[in-house]
């Protein structure tokens, strides 16, 4: 029961909702949860990882292939349709420990009731293939016409992007192929069909797809069953994808649904036996953490090379399908735990994108790695001068996470860092890691002003993590991350002392002698805002105690268009203490040693009502502090509020006239470490594993496993304590 | 016939334009050009210098004196009100040789033509005093009601500010004070009455005026006549402002209107005879010039200490009544070859509010005096930090120019060291001209930052002189004009070398040994930007070139509101090289002698076509630097467009949806500018004048006079040359 992510009823209000509440994924293509029957109205899509294409001036977005799994039963000449036709029952849902998406729908109309079954996976063990089973039954004894092929007429956001189709058809194979308007990739898609029932067959081209249409009379009571196994390869895989994309549907379809099925279910329960945190006495949160890890492992590149994950996962071309640090601070955690080489994945297209960052900091006048606020494939920043739209005059509206959210490569730092310390592998640092740290820590001191006045280096002009406040000097945070940039690049140095000749050659190749001098002088003058004295707090940036004190709801009744943005110059949050998301929060967290308990107990409880929570990375980071000062009910609603986010669709929608919807990766991984590292209290340190639980009163009893190094640990704690050992 | 600034007809859409147009003043106060019936809806103003009040949280700003002025003619009970009555002819004009404001008008009604005489001054002799004389005369004999008296129901734009009326009357003198809101200033008018008819008097109050009614019937055709005799104190001047007053208004009374009018006219042509500019061979010019001439006379703070000029003269309360940058460099070198006492009084006005600037950089977390942008009495910064309204929200917009706009020091500074080079009195150094310009380096120390990077100082994150490009790094006009402040300061202290006591007790008190070692590194590393070797721009600030190169006109084409705010984060002009007003331009005009002709040519060239001249200081600025690089056809229109602003209206009325009308001394004194150091190419080095003339083509000769120290020069130029002798 606890597996199955369910909804009853047609409730079209919530199509788009459920897109991505019924998404499922193998990291190389989400496919949203729609309908069979759905046109591209709907926002179906097959998107697909880190191939992206420009339509003019539009914003550079992810491909979304085109749709193999597109299936329209006409019944006596009538389509039966989840949108047009009523329905006796409707059901669709997730069973999360399979990974497979379910639908059943009892339509009714003018020839009685027709019921749909179908089934869907992205194939855990083969990355290229959807597979579909489709079957229905009719009351009454009927003719039927069923089309199904591959719609190519994609939902876009700044499209269209496929152009010169091409259609092939061979047997029971159809595909379709398009080449993208920018970068000329080529997208195929192959599609093989069995039936269990014969008719007249035809093959008929649209524009933009290739379709079967097969027409019979179906008997009353007797159920018509068919299996789709599609294949999708693009030219970023493939010199040939069509070849490739015809053979690999082909050969699905000759091992069958059931056999490719097995291997899938198979291939999850083993992931599921890592993965999985176990909750006693609270099904709702065991629910919620499940679900969360699902949307984690179906996003996972684990099959890719160097490949990351993007704000929004697999769910559609919202934020440009670009990778954030989102990535590094709230996703990687628990792929480091349960899933490092997928971790490792992940680092590399750091890696393999510093050429991106190291350009960008150039463009800017610095030097060394700016990493991409926005990363799309070769580390190139998808972030434009103007993301968001003026809800009043419909202008763009200038803004500076590009230029000034300068964290990211801190977060980048930081991220193979905790990697390297993870795995112990030394070759994460020798094979690029070290050189991305000293280019990030490069990029810091080049960013730095020397204060004469104050005899420190400062960070001015940024963003932090609360972005409602542009363009602050010394946001605690950032500058914070920066210090520890320049620490991990001095540890860097220092691991890299027993191999002389690497560490020399690189030191070289980046010119970085000189650097070092400067690092050091950084490290001991750059300013990182302090807690007060008397009142413990930490200032989120220089004046922000000074900016009008006030609640939340107060700075949302002065909205005039619900759709406003907060931030920016004008925005109604800008000019008050009002923030979108932990800031000084999540500088407490990430350095919980650092700071007094009671430090991190006043900071929370000044800036908790200050949060407006405008951003989904930010209730798992209260949970986690809560958690830390031994707060479990504070921490309680703001790790339901992250686990959740994806089930109740009560996310932002919105920023500015830009739509921002779909799934919420970073909460995900919110989610499981507010649970694991928060609740449960896992701590790794000096290689040892162990927990410092501090459960919900209700919660019983959790158990889950990580990974460390290349041992397995088992964990299961109570409110009492717990025990840690090895597999 | 150039003497006189004339309209004909009532124009009543331009009344307030006229109010404006027909200023008088005599620097204690300004008295709009309106008519003696009006009240306040046609907002008449008897604006009061240096006397500022606040009203709740809105802008402080200067009182406007009760309208002793206030004289309504009802002729068989019906009043005669240009606003409501016909005419057959009226006519308003100012006589600026005699600087006497003078109104005809011939009424019709029911009861025949009447003819109203009216003429007024605001004493040169004595500043408290405004002067009227009123005659009428009817068609038909008729029942007459005379009233005149006090009206206090005042206009403000942010008021009320006058409170606790109290009401005098003594044979034919009235009184009226008041106490303003939040300084609790006493405010207080009185008006002496001589009439050469009689008729039934009575007196009568209303809660915020005081009046006399005069009914009697006049004969036909017989002119009838008074005269009112206004004297204006405050409880700034004097502690008991209603004897002072009382006895002001008695006394000029007993002199009688004649002998204070001759009085004042000697006054004037005195004033002439030193300040004015001759133009052969261009009558249009020749009104223009004279006409910005007397508008800077009519304000020019000549009998008061220590006070300066609001940006709007003593026009109303626009621009809060506070001081600008606009004094220093725009209207001191007016006053400064003309009136050097005046000029005096000007940088006395900085000297006094020192503490103000101390206080000010201290707010903002710097040492120094950083100057108000907009200042008020006591150096106070009028300037809000909203100073803006949004025209698509009605919200106020946060604007940069107090925090930001770090330039105003330097102006500061410039002033007094112009000053002490035309006057050559170390007197100004010793009585605190040394200790501000010491104090304004001191900020730009305070204020710089280092870039390692670049081993340079920089001032990054300002407003330069145009405001439509906020938070900028490195703005060309304010880097020159800090490191030129630095020059000052070490000019400043060798001066003071032969006064050691002086000396060693001014730096021992600012504390400002070390302040010398560090503004010695400042002057080698701080970062002025360049010419470019290639093309000799110099870029305005850091990027400018990268901004989008558009037209004005295209600028102009995407505006949805016509009062929109064009710069601020998000305003039309914002993300555009478009600029507001001359910056680099102002830069080069200034430093003329540093930088090659070609140089000169090419920014200019290159800037003119992206100034959008929203200032009114923009234009006189231009002309300057064309004449510099012997272009007085490029200068003419501009020479043209600045002195001729108050006269055709034609200037910007609304910053977002503030009101900003009023006069514009800074075009006024930028006028003078343009004709006598840029046509005639006056230049005063080494106790030396010459001149370079580059007059327009159809303009035969030029003569004006300059003061230089104790001595005071005739000029005359011609196309072919000039000449210059001692008087």
């Known amino acids: 029961m606890s597996w199955l992510i369910s909804e009853e009823g047609r409730q079209l209000e919530k199509t788009i909702d459920f897109g991505n509440k019924f998404l499922i994924g193998n990291g190389y293509f989400g496919y949203r949860g729609t309908m ?20 003019g001036a539009s914003w550079r977005e992810p491909i979304n ?114 080449i993208s308007g920018e970068m000329k990739h080529t997208i195929t898609v192959a599609d093989t069909l069995t039936t ?105 590149p684990r099959n890719s090379q160097a490949t990351s994950i993007p704000a929004r996962g697999l769910s559609g071309q919202t934020y440009k399908g670009a990778v954030f640090w989102d990535t590094e601070m709230f996703m990687l955690p628990f792929f480091l735990h349960t899933e490092p080489e997928t971790a490792k994945n992940l680092i590399d297209y750091r890696i393999k994108t510093l050429d991106g960052a190291r350009a960008k900091a150039a463009e800017y006048g610095f030097r060394g790695a700016f990493y991409a606020w926005e990363s799309q494939e070769n580390g190139q920043d998808a972030c434009s001068d103007y993301n968001v739209t003026d809800v009043f005059t419909q202008r763009p509206m200038r803004t500076y996470f590009r230029d000034k959210q300068i964290h990211i490569s801190a977060a980048v730092a930081y991220g193979i860092w905790e990697t390297f310390q993870m795995t112990g592998e030394l ?21 730095a002003y020397y204060r004469p006045e104050k005899e420190r280096f400062e960070l001015i002009d940024v963003i932090g993590p609360d972005e409602y406040h ?13 210090a520890y940039t320049i620490n991990i690049a001095e540890k860097v140095l220092e691991q890299l002392e027993d191999s002389p000749t690497y560490k020399a050659a690189l030191i070289e190749k980046l010119a970085y002698e000189q650097e070092i001098e400067q690092l050091r002088n950084m490290k001991k003058a750059l300013y990182v805002p302090q807690p007060d004295d008397q009142t413990g707090l930490i200032e989120q940036f220089d004046g922000y105690f000074k900016l009008e004190d006030t609640t939340v709801d107060t700075v949302r009744s002065r909205l005039i268009d619900p759709k406003e943005y907060w931030g920016g110059a004008y925005g109604v949050a800008a000019d008050t203490q009002i923030l979108k998301q932990a800031d000084v929060v999540l500088l407490l967290t990430l350095f919980k040693e650092e700071y007094a308990k009671e430090v991190k107990r006043k900071n929370w409880q000044y800036y908790e009502p200050r949060t407006e ?15 830390d000062i031994g707060d479990p009910e504070w921490a309680y609603p703001y790790f339901m509020k992250t686990a959740s986010v994806d089930l109740t669709g009560e996310s932002k929608q919105f920023a500015g006239t ?8 970073a909460a995900n991984g919110g989610a499981w470490m507010a649970a694991v590292l928060g609740f449960a209290g896992l701590k790794i340190s000096e290689g040892r594993v162990s927990v410092n639980p501090k459960l919900p009163k209700h919660w019983q009893k959790m158990r889950f496993k990580v990974q460390l190094k290349e041992e397995i640990y088992h964990v299961e704690v109570t409110k009492e304590g717990g025990k840690v050992w090895k597999q």
């Open 65 to 178: 292939a085109p749709n193999g799994l597109y299936t329209q039963l006409f019944v006596d000449g009538d389509p039966y349709d989840l949108r047009t036709k009523e329905v006796c029952a409707h059901q669709q849902q997730i069973d999360m420990h399979q990974a497979l998406h379910q639908r059943r729908t009892v339509f009714s109309g003018k020839s009685g009731e027709v019921r749909v079954v179908s089934e869907r996976f992205a194939s855990g063990t083969d990355k290229h293939l959807l597979l579909m089973s489709y079957s229905f039954c009719l009351e009454n004894t009927t003719n039927i016409r069923l089309v199904t092929g591959i719609d190519g007429d994609v939902w876009d956001i700044n499209g269209p992007h496929l152009f010169e189709y091409s259609h092939y058809s061979e047997g029971q194979t159809l595909g379709l192929s398009a």
């Open 658 to 665: 830009i739509y921002i919807g779909g799934t919420h990766p």
């Open 427 to 447: 070759a994460l640092l020798m094979n690029g890691g070290a050189e991305v740290i000293l280019e990030c820590a490069r990029f810091y001191n080049s960013y």
């Open 196 to 300: 269990d029932f014969e008719g007249t067959q035809r093959i008929f081209e649209t524009e933009k797809g290739i379709f079967r249409q097969i027409e019979f009379v179906a008997q009353a009571g007797q159920t018509y069953h068919f299996t789709k196994s599609i294949a999708i390869y693009t030219s970023q895989d493939v010199a040939e994808p069509l070849k490739y994309a015809v053979k690999a549907s082909h050969s699905a379809n000759q091992k069958g649904y059931q056999a490719l099925k097995k291997e899938h279910q198979q291939e999850w329960a083993q992931r599921w036996s890592m993965a999985d945190v176990e909750i006693e006495g609270d099904d709702e949160a065991q629910l919620a953490l499940r679900y969360s890890i699902y949307q984690l492992m179906i996003i996972a």
């Open 470 to 482: 542009e363009r602050v000097y010394n946001n605690a945070y950032t500058n914070k991350m920066a």
């Open 36 to 55: 069979e029957e759905y046109d591209k109205s709907e926002l179906p899509a097959c998107n697909l990882s880190g191939i992206y294409d420009q339509q």
């Open 613 to 627: 929570h405008g951003s989904s990375l930010s209730p798992c980071i209260y949970a986690l502090l809560a958690c």
